[in-house]
C-alpha cells in the first residue's frame, strides 16, 4: 500500500536538503545566465519557466532523480534559452521563429475589429488597458498595439509625430517592424 501521510524521516530529510539545494543551484544559474531569462515573458520564455518549474519540483519530490541529474536538466534549459535568445538577437529568422510580431488593436480610435477576433482579444480587454492608460474616450487614442509579450500599450493622440511610436498602417496590420 502506498504511504499517504508519511513515508520516513529519511525521505523527510532527504526532501528538504535536495529542495534548498535545488532551489539554490537554480538561482545561481538563473542569475548567471542574465536578465533576459526573467524579463517578461513571450510564449518562448514562458515555457522554459514552466519547464523549470516542473523539472524543480520533480527533483525536489521524486526519490528516482538525483540532484545533480536534477542542476544538469537546469543548466539544459537555462543554457538552450540562452542560446535561442542569442541567436534571435543576432537573426532575424530565429527571432521570428519563437516570437510573434506586435499587432495593432486600435489605429486612430478605430478598432481593427477583424484583428481583435484572430487575436482572441475583447473590447472589454481594450477598454481596461484604455483605463490603465488613463484613457476613457477611443477618439484620444492614436493606437493600441498588442505587443509580443501579450500586454497592449496605448498610444495618445498626439504621439504621431513621433515616428518610433508609430507604426504603418497596412492592410494586414499584423507587420509592425518598424514599432520598438
Same mark, same amino acid.
Given at each position: ?13 532527504r ?11 537554480? /538561482? /545561481?544559474?538563473?542569475?548567471? =545566465?542574465?536578465?533576459?531569462?526573467? =524579463? ?6 514562458? /515555457? ?38 542569442? #541567436?534571435?538577437?543576432?537573426?532575424k !529568422?530565429?527571432? !521570428?521563429?519563437i %516570437?510573434?510580431? @506586435?499587432?495593432l488593436?486600435?489605429? !486612430?480610435? *478605430?478598432?481593427?475589429e477583424? /484583428? ?19 484613457k %476613457?474616450? #477611443? ?8 505587443? %509580443? ?6 498610444? @495618445? *493622440? ?9 507604426? *504603418? !498602417? ?9 514599432? @520598438?
Amino acid at each position: 500500500m502506498t504511504v499517504l501521510f508519511f513515508d520516513s524521516w529519511e525521505s523527510v530529510f532527504r526532501t528538504f536538503v535536495i529542495t534548498i539545494l535545488a532551489y539554490i543551484s537554480l /538561482i /545561481i544559474l538563473l542569475r548567471a =545566465s542574465g536578465k533576459r531569462t526573467l =524579463s517578461k515573458m513571450n510564449a518562448f520564455d514562458f /515555457i522554459i519557466t514552466i519547464a523549470l518549474g516542473s523539472m524543480l519540483a520533480t527533483v525536489c519530490l521524486s526519490k528516482n532523480v538525483a540532484l545533480i541529474d536534477g542542476i544538469q536538466g537546469f543548466f539544459l534549459l537555462i543554457f538552450l534559452q540562452y542560446a535561442i535568445t542569442w #541567436l534571435s538577437v543576432r537573426y532575424k !529568422k530565429v527571432k !521570428k521563429l519563437i %516570437t510573434s510580431d @506586435p499587432t495593432l488593436l486600435v489605429y !486612430k480610435g *478605430e478598432m481593427l475589429e477583424d /484583428i481583435m477576433k484572430r487575436e482572441r482579444i475583447t473590447v472589454e480587454e481594450v477598454y481596461v488597458a484604455m483605463r490603465k492608460s488613463g484613457k %476613457t474616450n #477611443l477618439e484620444d487614442i492614436y493606437a493600441i498595439v498588442l505587443e %509580443t509579450t501579450g500586454t497592449m500599450n496605448v498610444i @495618445p *493622440e498626439g504621439k504621431e509625430a513621433n515616428e518610433n511610436a508609430q507604426p *504603418e !498602417k497596412q492592410e494586414a496590420m499584423t507587420d509592425l517592424s518598424n514599432y @520598438p
